[in-house]
């Protein structure tokens, strides 16, 4: 496998150093871009024009930048005073051709392309939306959406200074990434020329034009605002006050101030998350726009994007990566650095929890067949969106912080200053910071991060004990029952553990180069047992021997968050056909009175991953026994009410347990009794209504609620409870209210992801009544027309395969989508919707029995030991 491994890193370099026919080449190269827009929210098109200083490094005959989804009006090529015609034409992937009527060319030339075009409504590209009747407008470019909107250079590698300026009316507010240079008022119109940005690739521009209002950053050394839409300023309270403690704590790591001249946060609907434009930070409204009461978990989930994107300044704009194969360089260092100033500025928001959080995201796409490495080939005709995901953002996180801990961090500092005092202003490779690591730590760390980033998949640790001081530790890769491939994969792996004799545990650091290693600790006697992943440093599943788990739980050595990642390692076992699910029902029956909510959200997990692959073959009436001595005294710990201030654990717990325990009377009525009382009394809605809502729309769902729900959804001026609502509202069952939420679905002035939301909604409660046959895909077949005119074609792809719960509906989705008629983005995340049915089906062939016959035994067993 290291010959392959080998062999796989020569391809690839090979690959790279091929011409790809869609990506452009450096021979025309821009230096400096004007950009003039004429931009009304109250309009739905725009015009505009450009000025494109080039250089020509040799003779041809065309040059090619990109351009798409806009109509040109005039252009014109000028070297000096000479004007030289050219005709143009749009090309694939985004493609505008520039060929001169009078060829070769060379030297210093200006295009000059004027242009208008649609703006669009999907969050994509120059973009619109509506709050309270006012119209606004935002971009969102990343990651290769500049060119729908001007022509551009629109490659990370092409990066320069611009120059943007914008005509709107003269009563809005108009933003950008620099600060003004000059603002000249004529009728009811005004013109602002902004300050020439650093050298910027295109994905990173950012403007916003409308009835915007602002309010100042305070702290900052240099000026910033939270810019939201109208009548909004009183409720930005988190983020603004948490910005300059989290920007000084950045700056103070890397060892140099801020790069930019200002700072300000803009707040808009229709975007899904953040964009780290440096100077104009784009966020969705629900992080900058607070309700009266937030519980910890969004603070924390504000904090934690605040720093993520004001770490980007650094990562990804000071320093941008050089194609789109190396986005983790941008997006894992940022959320590795990210995490690591909330563990130490703001440790009362309980940032590990997030960390946990971010490992199963990895994990849900990294156990699968269909996995890839972080570092991914990534072509001219591919959509670099598709590597946005847990393996970009979270495994490179997470691998990073193992990294760290293993050089020390004073010298991972150290690289990292270095890095940025070479190459700021620049765009990198991997191999640059790879390198600048290993230099300064002396260490192999190119041997670590290659076998982490360039290979597929997640290492399996399995941990025993050879003699009384002695442990053997063995790896492979892990794959799922499903995955009938094989692996001889190796990883070597730094590894902070913890050995407990019987008295005192003790801490070691050692390192796995081996399938097979033996570690031996003549100082520790009698080792009880061993656990692999001190403070959740390690990218790597662990599993113990069975009997060392109810000790390792019910003992104070290891955190809350160590008992939960080793708890994970039974359902994984499990996934992995090693380990039988009643084992793990066993465990959960003798922990069962536990109050620690990482042990019981660990268990709660499980629990519904058993009943949710099992539950159609084993008798209902046996599963409430189990339920009602396991699940119930779980659930009665946890509490049916919450708290602002509880855990995730507590709240994802509650929400698993009300799932199982859904089909006892008492838990619903009583489940729904909190649920009325919330909708009574609170002013706002948050995350931890989540579990409730559901259960109470399902089995209480009359005609007068829907209303009261529906007319809360129109009015919220809440991000967080309007998608709230927008995730639950799909669980009314009436046939009426159905097509009542579908129909709002489409019709409705809502975000793009609000529409699925709803949609997903009701597939959920489909599939929830294992009695009921329904499925939404012939509604998805009939309106997919609709939906494409309202969401954009990315988040569609990703989305649609996750309608997909069972072969039957995997029938109807190939008639909707033949494998031909598929975008790539569609059949990977198709893939994986495969993968969990295969996985699904394999282990009920394997335990299925098993689970029957232990349900059906466990009242007789429990009576028999009372």
């Not at 602002?214 to 309270?237: A, E, M």
């Not at 104070?556 to 996934?575: A, I, W």
């Not at 679905?745 to 997903?760: C, G, N, V």
């Amino acid at each position: 496998m290291r010959f392959l491994f080998t062999f796989f890193l020569l391809f690839q370099s090979l690959i790279s150093q091929q011409v790809d026919p869609h990506r452009l080449n450096h021979n025309a190269e821009p230096i400096f871009q004007t950009i003039h827009l004429n931009l009304n929210p109250d309009k739905n098109d725009y015009s505009g024009s450009t000025i494109i200083s080039l250089k020509i490094k040799e003779e041809l005959s065309s040059f090619r930048l990109h351009g798409s989804d806009f109509n040109i009006t005039e252009i014109e090529l000028r070297q000096g005073s000479e004007l030289i015609s050219v005709g143009y034409e749009f090309l694939d992937y985004g493609l505008l051709k520039i060929k001169p009527i009078q060829a070769p060319l060379i030297g210093d030339y200006k295009l000059y392309v004027t242009f208008n075009g649609t703006v669009s409504k999907k969050g994509e590209g120059i973009s619109k939306f509506v709050k309270d009747s006012l119209n606004y407008i935002y971009t969102q470019f990343q990651a290769i959406k500049a060119r729908k909107s001007f022509p551009c250079f629109d490659e990370p590698n092409f990066k320069f200074p611009y120059q943007i300026s914008i005509t709107s009316p003269k009563e809005y507010l108009v933003v950008s990434n620099t600060p003004i240079e000059t603002e000249t008022v004529n009728g009811s119109e005004k013109t602002v020329l902004f300050k020439n940005t650093k050298p910027l690739p295109s994905y990173l521009l950012a403007f916003a034009v409308g009835p915007y209002e602002t309010t100042q950053i305070p702290g900052l050394k240099i000026p910033g605002r939270i810019i939201l839409p109208k009548g909004n300023l009183d409720k930005s309270r988190i983020a603004k006050n948490m910005t300059a403690k989290l920007l000084t704590a950045l700056e103070n790591y890397f060892g140099m101030p801020y790069p930019y001249e200002k700072l300000d946060f803009i707040g808009v609907s229709g975007h899904g998350g953040a964009m780290e434009n440096p100077g104009l930070v784009v966020y969705m409204e629900g992080l900058l726009i607070d309700a009266e009461e937030v519980p910890l978990t969004q603070k924390r989930d504000i904090a934690y994007f605040v720093a993520h994107e004001l770490a980007h300044m650094w990562f990804g704009d000071l320093v941008t990566l050089e194609w789109w194969d190396d986005t983790w360089l941008n997006e894992g260092f940022a959320d590795w650095i990210s995490m690591e100033i909330l563990i130490q500025q703001f440790p009362e928001l309980k940032p590990r929890e997030q960390l946990l959080k971010n490992f199963n995201w990895a994990l849900w796409g990294d156990v699968k067949a269909t996995t890839e490495p972080i570092h991914r080939i990534v072509q001219g005709d591919d959509n670099p969106e598709d590597v946005f995901d847990g393996l970009t953002y979270a495994k490179s996180q997470i691998v990073l912080r193992m990294i760290e801990s293993w050089i020390g961090r004073d010298t991972f500092k150290k690289a990292l200053n270095n890095y940025f005092k070479k190459y700021k202003w620049k765009n990198t490779t991997a191999d640059d910071l790879i390198i600048t690591l290993q230099k300064v730590s002396g260490k192999n760390v190119k041997q670590v991060m290659n076998d982490f980033v360039f290979q597929a998949g997640i290492p399996l640790l399995k941990a025993n004990l050879k003699d009384a001081n002695t442990i053997q530790l063995t790896q492979q890769r892990y794959k799922g029952v499903e995955n009938g491939n094989e692996y001889n994969t190796l990883w070597h792996i730094p590894l902070s553990i913890k050995i407990y004799d019987g008295n005192t545990v003790h801490k070691k650091k050692i390192f796995l180069n081996q399938h097979s290693e033996e570690f031996s600790f003549p100082g520790i006697d009698n080792i009880e047992w061993v656990y692999l992943k001190e403070d959740l440093l390690g990218y790597f599943i662990a599993v113990v021997p069975i009997r060392f788990y109810t000790n390792m739980t019910g003992q104070p050595y290891l955190t809350k968050y160590e008992k939960n990642d080793l708890l994970s390692g039974l359902g994984y076992s499990h996934l992995a056909g090693i380990l039988n699910p009643t084992d793990i029902l066993d465990m959960a029956y003798k922990l069962r009175q536990s109050s620690d909510p990482s042990i019981i959200e660990t268990f709660a997990t499980r629990i519904y991953t058993i009943w949710n692959i099992y539950k159609e073959g084993f008798n209902a009436e046996d599963f409430s026994i189990f339920a009602n001595k396991t699940v119930l005294p779980l659930l009665e710990s946890v509490g049916y009410g919450f708290s602002l201030v509880e855990s995730n654990s507590k709240t994802n717990a509650r929400d698993l347990l009300f799932d199982v325990l859904g089909q006892n009377p008492d838990v619903i009525k009583r489940s729904n009794k909190f649920a009325n009382k919330y909708l009574k009394n609170e002013n706002t809605l948050n995350s931890k209504h989540r579990p409730y809502l559901p259960r109470l729309f399902y089995s209480e769902g009359t005609l007068e609620l829907h209303e009261e729900i529906m007319s809360r959804l129109k009015n919220s001026n809440i991000a967080d409870e309007r998608w709230l609502l927008s995730q639950t509202i799909g669980w009314f069952k009436n046939d009426i209210l159905v097509k009542k939420n579908l129909e709002y679905s489409l019709s409705a002035d809502l975000e793009p992801f609000q529409r699925l939301f709803i949609a997903m909604g009701v597939q959920s409660m489909y599939k929830w009544d294992i009695e009921n046959k329904q499925t939404l895909i012939p509604w998805l077949k009939q309106n997919y027309v609709t939906l494409k005119e309202k969401v954009s074609e990315d988040i569609l792809n990703n989305w649609l395969p996750f309608f997909v719960w069972d072969y039957d509906d995997l029938s109807l989705f190939n008639d909707l989508f033949p494998k031909d008629k598929r975008s790539r983005s569609m059949q990977k995340s198709l893939e994986k919707r495969i993968e969990t049915l295969k996985k699904n089906k394999k282990l009920r062939e394997l335990y299925g029995k098993d689970v029957k016959e232990y349900l059906s035994g466990f009242g007789k067993s429990v009576e028999a030991t009372q």
